[in-house]
């Protein structure tokens, strides 16, 4: 199986910024496609940004210029740094990997767990 762990989350000031990593681990064949959701109070869960195999990467407009997602595959991390950050960015943020176990030869969706940021105002 494959387990992800997040970090970076917390309190921060409207404006300031926030790093936050996702480490994956277990039997790791292959990665592809990793991606960061955030779930505020009373919302539904909405992705935040993508990163391909290829380090292709894509972004929700209401962060767009704001946040940069990246990976390290040699540690199998995926990160997200974010800049200028609002209110409207408070909420649950999780990272979502695909991946493939040395057992099997299909990739798998796997989620963290989730880390709390909170921007004050």
């Known amino acids: 199986q494959v387990q992800l762990v997040e970090s970076g989350g917390g309190l921060v000031q409207a404006g300031g910024p926030l790093r936050l990593s996702c480490a994956a681990s277990?039997?790791?064949?292959?990665?592809?496609?990793m991606r960061w959701y955030r779930q505020a109070p009373g919302k539904q869960r909405e992705l935040v940004a993508t990163?391909?195999?290829?380090?292709?990467?894509n972004y929700a407009d209401s962060v767009k210029c704001r946040f940069t997602i990246t990976r390290a595959n040699a540690n199998n991390t995926v990160y997200l740094q974010m800049n200028s950050l609002k209110s409207e960015d408070t909420g649950v943020y999780y990272c979502?990997?695909?991946?493939?176990?040395?057992?099997?030869?299909?990739?798998?969706?796997?989620w963290g767990q989730g880390t709390q940021d909170t921007v004050s105002s």
């Open positions: 277990g039997s790791i064949a292959s990665i592809n496609t």
């Open positions: 979502r990997a695909g991946a493939r176990i040395v057992s099997e030869y299909i990739f798998q969706g796997y």
């Open positions: 990163i391909t195999g290829g380090d292709s990467t």
